[in-house]
């Protein structure tokens, strides 16, 4: 390829990457500054902004700034929580068999994460879920019949729910994305990796994709859950240390307070048929039915 023709290739290709932001709607043009084009792929891994993956990820996955949400538990979970005035985030391998980050990795052919080490294990669980912990809520905003689900699947019979304000300055409290249909990707990833795949003979790599998998679940299972989740990632050596390992392992957070993970949880009603054993503090509200 001369250097004409690799300079005309070079403005195509970012021409190409801004028509599908436009067709789905991101409101960001990059130019050819923002990436690294290698002779297999395209992508902005290297670039300190991460313009064009901030870019999709932001339109996708909004940050959350500040919510009230619910979170439905038990009795004595709501007490520990209450009591100790603190609140756990927990390690997402506790959920391994429900399709955590797997639905993402299968649905996006990102098949690297799924390949096996020598132990047999996939790459993703011993890659990506040992450091990732996280603490799910529903949106405020219920159906009688979101209401009712959530109360029957995560708060049976002497079950609690936690009324709470979430700020965050962590940009990793989000919503979860479900899957429209099962295998069928999120349209503007699809479209991307495709038009850079089949004109380009490269493979474009989203930036954080593996943080990204947390927040995809299968819709047609966990759509009615509404979640929203707040999301930390731990590093040896740096920042706030899970207690204890593996699966059961959990990071705490005060509550009333901004915490080292970037989250300040403030609870504003403690609803239950019975009232916990908790400080009079904390509002309570009687469950009717």
């Known amino acids: 390829m001369t250097t004409i023709e690799q300079i005309n290739m070079l403005k195509s290709l970012v021409d190409d990457i801004n028509a599908v932001l436009s067709q789905h709607g991101v409101a960001k043009t990059i130019t050819l500054s923002d990436i690294t084009v ?68 299968k649905t996006h052919d990102l098949s690297g994460y799924l390949d096996a080490t020598e132990n047999g294990v996939t790459l993703y669980k011993s890659l990506l879920m040992p450091n990732t912990y996280y603490a799910s809520f ?16 995560f708060a049976t019979h002497d079950g609690v729910r936690l009324k709470l304000k979430i700020t965050a300055s962590n940009p990793n409290f989000r919503r ?55 999301l930390h990632r731990t590093w040896d050596g740096f920042g706030p240390q899970p207690v204890g390992q593996g699966p059961d392992s959990y990071i705490e957070l005060p509550i009333g307070t901004m915490s080292e993970c970037g989250y300040r949880i403030d ?23």
């Open 138 to 153: 529903t949106g405020s905003n219920l159906t009688p019949e979101r209401e009712d689900y959530l109360w029957k699947t």
């Open 38 to 105: 290698t002779d297999k792929t395209v992508s902005d891994l290297v670039k300190p902004n991460a313009l064009l993956s901030e870019a999709i990820t932001n339109h996708l996955w909004p940050s959350i700034s500040s919510e009230v949400v619910y979170h439905y538990t038990s009795m004595q979970a709501a007490e520990a929580i209450l009591n100790s005035r603190t609140f756990r985030l927990t390690n997402i391998e506790k959920r391994y068999g429900e399709g955590e980050v797997e639905t993402f990795c």
């Open 176 to 230: 979860i994305k479900y899957e429209a249909k099962s295998s069928v990707p999120i349209p503007l990833i699809s479209d991307l990796v495709s038009t850079v795949r089949q004109k380009y003979s490269r493979e474009f790599i989203l930036k954080g994709i593996s943080r990204l998998c947390s927040f995809y679940l299968s819709g047609q299972d966990y759509g009615i859950e509404n979640e929203l989740r707040a």
């Open 267 to 289: 609870v504003l009603e403690v609803q239950s048929r019975t009232r916990p054993s908790m400080p009079s503090s904390f509002a309570f509200s009687s469950r009717q039915t």
